[in-house]
Every structure is written in C-alpha cells, then in structure tokens.
C-alpha cells in the first residue's frame, strides 16, 4: 500500500461514511502524503490524521464550527501542525466540535450535529466529538482534539476509543483558537493507546511561540507501553465512583480489580471539592471565553454583517448573527463573572476555589502514581435529548474538568459497555506524568 493510495482511499471513504456521521467540515479532496516521506525516521510518516477544527491549519479553512469563522482560511499553521508536517503525516481534513469548543455532544456546530458511529441517534461527546467519531468510525487511525474541561476523555468515552489530554504546558497551544487560557490543551485521539503516545512523542515540547509550554525534555511516551502495574499505586476517589450508577461503578470496578489482581495497590481515597468543580470551572473558562472571544468583531476575521450603520452597528450585529446560542450563554456569564461589581464574588472566589481543587490532587500525588475512575457519569445520550438544557448538560462534566483546573495530565480508556453504548475510565497523574497515564492505559487495554 503506497501512502499515496492511503490518502486516496482515506478521503473515498470519508466521503462515503460521513454522510452518516457528519465527523467533518472539510474534506481535502485533493489530499496527498508530503513530499519526502522518511519511514526510517517517523512512525507517522503517509499516516491519515484528522484535525480538530479549531487548530490553525495554513490555506485550509479553519472555522471553530461557528458562523463568525465560516470563512476564516488562516495564513499560518499551529505549532502542532508545523509539527505533524515535519514528521510526514497526510492532511485529510478538519472535524466538526461544538462552537468554539464550548459544550458536551457536538450539537452546538454551525455545520450540524455529529452522530455517534455506535449509534447514530446518539450524541458522540463534544466538543472534540467530530475527532472521535472519525476515529470509531474507521475514518482514520489518528485525530488531534482540544480538552479545555473534558473535551478529548468524554468524546473518547462515549465512543469507545483512547484520548489524553496532556499536562497543561506539554503542547503548545500556539495556533489553537482559545477558548479558556488557563485551561485548554491539545491531546490526541485513537483506538489504540500507543498510537497516541507516538502521536504525543511528535507534537509536546517547546515552542518559542507559547511561553507556557515547558521547556522540559519530553520523554519517549512508547517507552511506557507493555510494562506491568505491580506497585503501581492506584487512587480511586469515593466522589466518583457515588456520581456513577450501579451498572456503571461495576464496569469501572472490573478495570479496578484487575488492576489488583496484576500487583497493584488500590487505595480509595476523597476530592472533597468535587461538588463545586462544575460552577468553579464555568465561571473560570467563561470568564476567559468572554476576554478570548472579543477579537471577533466582524472585521478582522470572518463573517461580516450587512447593512450596518456604523462601526459599533457592525460589532454588535456581526457577533449576535455570528455567535450560537451556547457563546452567546457563555459570553454574558463571563463578562458578569468579570464586571466590576461581581469579580470579587464570582471571578476571584473561583480562583481560590481552583487553589483547593489544586491541593486536594497535590495531597493525593503524595502518596499515588494514578487516580483511576469513571470518564463521564453515564453513556452517551441521545441527540436532541440534554441540548435545551444548559445545566444539565454542565452537570455532566463534573469527572473530567478538575483535570484542567489542576493541569494535570488525564485519558479516558475503553472500559467496556453499559446498555450497548462504551464507557471510559478516567487515569489521571501528577503533572508531567504522562507516562504513568500511558503505563496504566495501556495495561487496561491489553487486560480487556
Ligand atoms: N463541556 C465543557 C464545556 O462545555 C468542556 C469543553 C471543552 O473541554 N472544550 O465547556
């Protein structure tokens, strides 16, 4: 098979299967491997990868699945990508996601609802939940996706692939269209857990574009890949295992227990913030979102309204017919979080909040490798079925988002069933402990 005949065929049957699906905003029709392809230097070298819609790609619209970018074709690529090229990956094409990345089933897209290849009546996860079903469906082996409060895990989870959300600072984010600052982060998407460390080993590192990117040396994340759990210390917190129903905790249970069973230890133990993660989170990610999202004003990029008035006309049509519902939501909270008369009851209380959530992970990595527990409180649900209601909808990303509060590094990895539908299990670790993250995924894998 020459990597020329994968493209090819990589973009016949995305054309073909996405009708179903809906994984895609553009398709590179015309997609082709890079020049000089060394196979004896890149592992990813001829290899199909699907991008994230929201990571600037040079000469190939790039929308963030909102009205205000439709049009948007950037004249730079994101770090990750210049990245991806060098290592001689093939380009096919960029996937839907929630606007802005802002939401948990990717229905709030300009370009339509994503279906679950499990189960087309139900939602695939968002906001990466194009990446993810592109990946369950067979459309590609590999795909980059964006986790700001669970926007990688939770899509895994719902279709039954790997994702890792790295250590804040381990990706770059030059290029990736922000969302909240302190919280977003590039990772990876794929069925198999080594596939994504290979992917990771090309994107982390230094980047003189982003000074939050650690100039830590990046370890070799293959190098985790078929070692044994003996000793491995396992943190199980009781608030995530009591958010789950019994069908579920059994399913988590049966990962933990052979996790034992191969010389583990398993210790239970509490995140007594648990319960306000899910209003600190959105006060802190809307209250970015809503500095982040000031630059689209309808003149430098994107869509602009017509017949306006005048210059402030331009601005406020061009934003309320070129926003969604769920930005506009977020914008209003952030930009009340943020005001002067209620920053110090909302912004600046959920900045301490976010110190507590920070030491309550700081006391368990004192005596843990790991914390292990459910993705998402239940399966993936059906389209049209949570997206009316906002709060329940924030409610369900209670498991994944202290993990961006933290900077910690976490993944979703199968752990089987529940109604027919996949679940995931939660591994997180200690900043820049990817590889505890990889050791621990990789043994479920191989154990299920
Ligand atoms: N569901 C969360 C939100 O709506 C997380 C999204 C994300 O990680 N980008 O904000």
């Known amino acids: 098979l020459s990597a020329d005949k994968l493209a090819k065929d990589t973009v016949a049957n995305i054309k073909d299967t996405d009708k179903k699906l809906n994984a895609w905003i553009t398709v590179l029709d015309d997609a082709k491997p890079a020049e000089k392809l060394d196979f004896s230097k890149s592992k990813l070298a001829g290899i199909p990868i699907a991008i994230k819609d929201n990571i600037i790609t040079n000469g190939v619209k790039t929308t963030a699945a909102s009205h205000i970018l439709y049009n948007y074709m950037p004249m730079y690529d994101a770090t990750v990508i210049s990245k991806l090229k060098k290592a001689g990956v093939t380009f096919v094409g960029k996937t839907n996601m929630d606007e802005f990345a802002m939401g948990s089933s990717t229905e709030h897209s300009y370009f339509g609802a994503t279906h679950n290849p499990w189960n087309l009546d139900k939602v695939p996860g968002g906001s990466s939940g194009g990446s993810a079903a592109a990946v369950a469906g067979g459309q590609v082996v590999a795909a980059l996706g964006s986790d700001t409060g669970g926007s990688i895990r939770q899509p895994a989870a719902f279709n039954g692939i790997f994702g890792i959300k790295p250590t804040y600072g381990r990706v770059s984010r030059w290029g990736l269209i922000a969302f909240g600052s302190s919280l977003d982060q590039i990772g990876v998407m794929t069925k198999r857990v080594k596939d994504s460390a290979e992917v ?111 210059l402030l006309d331009v601005y406020v049509k061009s934003r309320s017919e070129g926003f969604g519902a769920e930005v506009k939501r977020r914008i209003m909270l952030g930009s009340f979080a943020l005001s002067a008369g209620s920053y110090d009851r909302f912004f600046r209380q959920a900045a301490k909040v976010r110190t507590l959530i920070c030491d309550d992970f700081d006391k368990i990595f004192a005596e843990n490798d790991v914390i292990v527990g459910p993705t998402t409180t239940e399966p993936a649900f059906g389209i049209g079925e949570e997206v009316s209601d906002p709060i329940k909808m924030y409610n369900n990303d209670i498991l994944t988002i202290s993990a961006n509060l933290a900077g910690i590094p976490a993944a979703s990895v199968p752990a089987g069933l529940v109604d027919g539908m996949p679940v995931g299990l939660q591994i997180m670790a200690k900043r820049f402990d990817e590889g505890n993250v990889f050791k621990t995924a990789d043994f479920i894998e191989r154990s299920n």
């Open 200 to 310: 990771l080993n090309v994107i982390a590192g230094a980047d003189e574009h982003d000074s939050t990117v650690s100039t830590r040396e990046v370890p070799d994340f293959t190098k985790f890949i078929g070692q044994d759990v003996k000793g491995l210390r396992v943190a199980v917190p009781k608030e995530y295992m009591e958010a789950v129903d019994g069908k579920m905790r059994e399913v988590i249970q049966k990962q933990i227990d052979a996790l034992k069973d191969a010389g583990a230890i398993i210790n239970e133990v509490s995140l007594p913030h648990t319960k306000y993660v899910v209003p600190d989170y959105y006060i802190i990610a809307s209250s970015e979102a809503s500095s982040n999202l000031q630059r689209y004003d309808g003149i430098r990029y994107g869509y602009r309204a017509k017949d306006t008035k005048n």
